[in-house]
């Protein structure tokens, strides 16, 4: 039989820093996005990315938990270490939160497929409202992106020390892009690196491909201060879609992009918290 989980305030604690010393742990404060406006709405030409921190009070991961179905309470457990489980279940309950928000629905109402590659879309009842979004998450930090405006994909990254990020780039990035990296002066290199992932990423969860498909046939701009674009697609996605993308700078050391197939839009990028919806 599948365990099930029961969270409760005082079920939920977090690991001591030193025995996850390889995590970021943060709070709100940490955030450089602003807290959205009384009264906000995802208008029809909007893209929302919401910035929140996953390390939550126990009585705010309880009731995120309370929103999550027994499938993600079982996704949950598989979760080794307590606070990465915390995270999963906070990143999945803030997604239920806002996206139960644009539908004007209770979270624990929505219901989700997932395509070949995991990405989930609306299912049931919101089958048909239109709803595109994504989540991205990094150590303690998550990202929540939101549009009615077609595929959208979001990706961050804690920017940190990479001693293959050369031979990563070689490997499986295009030439064009090898060339470029490798010019690149040593101190760049690590958010050049984080540059790259996360635009290619945001694309590649856009359009549900994953990781394993086209990664050296997307080539994005990656030197530190260059304005996020696409340089190339594969064909077919040329043909189908004019994509943009956009860097975002959600707290310090991170680095993330969303990639959308919509050139009619408009961007806000917002701090959550739970207690604005509650």
């Known amino acids: 039989m599948a365990e099930t989980l029961t969270f409760e305030s005082k079920d939920i604690a977090y690991q ?25 709405c995802l208008g029809a030409n909007d893209v929302h990315v919401w910035a929140a921190c996953l390390d939550m009070p126990p009585k705010s991961l309880a009731r995120l938990a309370s929103m999550l179905s027994e499938e993600e309470k079982h996704r949950a457990t598989r979760f080794r270490l307590e ?7 906070a990143a999945r309950g803030i997604l239920r939160t806002l996206l139960g928000s644009c539908l004007d629905c209770g979270p624990d109402e929505l ?3 997932y395509g070949p590659t995991g990405k989930p879309a609306l299912a049931g009842r919101h089958t ?8 991205a998450h990094s150590q303690s930090l ?14 961050v990254e804690l920017i940190r020390h990479m001693s293959d990020a050369s031979g990563l780039v070689e490997r499986f990035f295009s030439a064009r892009e090898n060339v470029l990296f490798q ?24 359009t549900g491909q994953g990781i394993a498909h086209s990664l050296n ?15 190339a697609l594969p064909d077919e996605s040329r043909s189908e879609h004019k994509w943009f993308l956009c860097e975002l700078l959600p707290a310090a050391d991170f680095v993330g992009a969303v990639a959308l197939s919509n050139s009619q839009f408009s961007i806000s990028n917002f701090q959550f918290s739970l207690a604005e919806f509650v």
């Open 142 to 155: 998550g990202l929540v992106a939101i549009t009615c405006l077609g595929s959208i994909g979001v990706d």
């Open 111 to 113: 219901k989700f497929d």
């Open 128 to 135: 048909e409202s239109g709803l595109s979004f994504n989540l």
């Open 217 to 231: 046939r997307v080539e994005v701009t990656f030197a530190p201060g260059e304005p996020a674009r696409f340089l």
């Open 16 to 40: 001591p820093v030193g025995a996850l010393n390889s995590s970021r742990f943060m709070d709100s404060d940490d955030i450089l996005w602003p807290r959205p406006p009384a009264r906000w």
């Open 83 to 89: 606070t990465h489980r915390n995270r999963f279940v």
């Open 183 to 206: 010019s690149l002066p040593d101190d760049q290199k690590n958010i050049a690196f984080f540059n790259l992932w996360t635009r290619k990423e945001a694309w590649l969860k856009a």
